[in-house]
T-cell receptor, first 112, second 114 residues
Framework: ETGVTQSPTHLIKTRGQQVTLRCSSQ?????VSWYQQALGQGPQFIFQ???????GRGNFPPRFSGLQFPNYSSELNVNALELDDSALYLC???????????FGPGTRLTVT | SQELEQSPQSLIVQEGKNLTINCTSS?????LYWYKQKYGEGLIFLMM?????EEKSHEKITAKLDEKKQQSSLHITASQPSHAGIYLC??????????????FGTGTKLQVIP
């Protein structure tokens, strides 16, 4: 059984640029949730994708968008990067939209 | 929206000592998760509690959910350096659309001194 993987591990971008982060869900899981974790804080829910449809969204602006593919892997896109977007981005997969969430190792994004 | 408060924010204990971390919710908890995180890494699932009064144990870690389902505690017995990390409680809730959103507390940083 393959766990949740994320790429890249680390990323440095300049303010105003766009970034795409990737997540492969655990085998058999059809739901992916994305979280943003600022330094010293708990993860904040961005959105969830269930069977390729956005299935809920936290308090994040539209420049945060996502996709889920037929194999249930997912992308998080952030446009017009701001300094405050610097954080650890975590994805979690689960079996169905309700269930235990298994987290990937995260992508550390730094915006300069 | 659901707010989760964890206490203490940080904890330093000597190896072999017991410790307790608390998680208090502003609303009734319908699913309470405990995760452990090493600095800058992903979250490792520890336990999930759903029923009032429920208690689960895994190795030297025990988690409890109170009868009113607004408070949970995580107890570590005979702590070891491998227990060091950030412990996060998370509350699962279904919104009107039926999706699950997990709201996390700010975490408790645990250091275990050999």
């Amino acid at each position: 059984e393959t766990g949740v993987t994320q790429s890249p591990t680390h990323l440095i971008k300049t303010r105003g640029q766009q970034v795409t982060l990737r997540c492969s869900s655990q085998s058999g899981h059809n739901t992916v949730s994305w979280y943003q974790q600022a330094l010293g804080q708990g993860p904040q829910f961005i959105f969830q994708y269930y069977r390729e449809e956005e299935n809920g969204r936290g308090n994040f602006p539209p420049r945060f968008s996502g996709l889920q593919f037929p194999n249930y892997s997912s992308e998080l896109n952030v446009n017009a990067l701001e300094l405050d977007d610097s954080a650890l981005y975590l994805c979690a997969s689960s079996l169905e939209s309700v269930g235990e969430q298994y987290f990937g190792p995260g992508t550390r994004l730094t915006v300069t | 929206s659901q707010e989760l408060e964890q206490s203490p924010q940080s904890l330093i204990v000597q190896e072999g000592k017991n410790l307790t971390i608390n998680c208090t919710s502003s609303k009734t908890l319908y699913g309470l998760y405990w995760y452990k995180q090493k600095y800058g890494e992903g979250l490792i699932f520890l336990m999930m509690l759903q029923k009032g009064g429920e208690e689960k144990s895994h190795e030297k870690i025990t988690a409890k959910l109170d009868e009113k389902k607004q408070q949970s505690s995580l107890h570590i017995t005979a702590s070891q350096p491998s227990h060091a990390g950030i412990y996060l409680c998370g509350a699962g809730a279904l919104d009107s659309g039926g999706y699950q959103k997990v709201t996390f507390g700010t975490g408790t940083k645990l250091q275990v001194i050999p």
